[in-house]
T-cell receptor
Framework: QQQVKQSPQSLIVQKGGISIINCAYE??????FPWYQQFPGKGPALLIA?????SEKKEGRFTISFNKSAKQFSLHIMDSQPGDSATYFC????????????FGTGTRLTIIP | DTGVSQDPRHKITKRGQNVTFRCDPI?????LYWYRQTLGQGPEFLTY????????KSRLLSDRFSAERPKGSFSTLEIQRTEQGDSAMYLC??????????FGPGTRLTVL
């Protein structure tokens, strides 16, 4: 677990604002970079993912930015809504062999009205 | 609802008892994973099946843990002689292609 670090641990953002969560990894063999969203008492749900052949991917209000040389990727949530309040995990993985996800420690996001 | 189901959702047991959890993956998914999540932490990988073959086990999976996936469909995770440190959420995920894993709701285990 030490090889994947997330920041910040918690984040409070006003409704309509931009939420930014960062993930740093060490294993250069990772080639799949997802973000998962988890609500209390539920399993994690895949939110958005990127492969290293692109530096940015956008799906609706969610954007992943990827910096291969820095071994970092981030999640941006535009126009944050109270329903986005959840814990977010980055979980990089390899595409071949054991494709297990290596989860970060999580970021608890709270969107206030 | 991702289509991955887990049973039971909650289990309370006494230390030393055996427990078994079941996971039913999405029907066309040939890959199945088990993870464990403790409070305030991210899920940690336990084991991985492709069809009925168990391809990898984490060092977290001590001799008291065993997992099966007969006929490549549902999977079971058994913990023998439970310890208080086994208290956690046990998550199952399945996928059809590498990486895009869909998680079930989890089984919360409490060992008294």
């Amino acid at each position: 677990q030490q090889q994947v670090k997330q920041s910040p641990q918690s984040l409070i953002v006003q409704k309509g604002g931009i939420s930014i969560i960062n993930c740093a990894y060490e294993n250069t063999a990772f080639d799949y970079f997802p973000w998962y969203q988890q609500f209390p008492g539920k399993g994690p749900a895949l939110l958005i993912a990127i492969r290293p052949d692109v530096s940015e991917k956008k799906e609706g209000r969610f954007t992943i930015s990827f910096n291969k040389s820095a071994k970092q990727f981030s999640l941006h949530i535009m126009d944050s809504q109270p329903g986005d309040s959840a814990t977010y995990f980055c979980a990089p993985a390899k595409s071949f062999g054991n494709e297990k996800l290596t989860f970060g420690t999580g970021t608890r996001l709270t969107i206030i009205p | 609802d991702t289509g991955v189901s887990q049973d039971p959702r909650h289990k309370i047991t006494k230390r030393g008892q055996n427990v078994t959890f079941r996971c039913d993956p999405i029907s066309e998914h040939n890959r199945l994973y088990w993870y464990r999540q403790t409070l305030g932490q991210g899920p940690e990988f336990l084991t991985y099946f492709q069809n009925e073959a168990q391809l990898e086990k984490s060092r977290l999976l001590s001799d008291r843990f065993s997992a099966e996936r007969p006929k490549g469909s549902f999977s079971t995770l058994e913990i023998q002689r439970t310890e208080q440190g086994d208290s956690a959420m046990y998550l199952c995920a399945s996928s059809r292609t590498p990486n895009e894993q869909f998680f079930g709701p989890g089984t919360r285990l409490t060992v008294l």
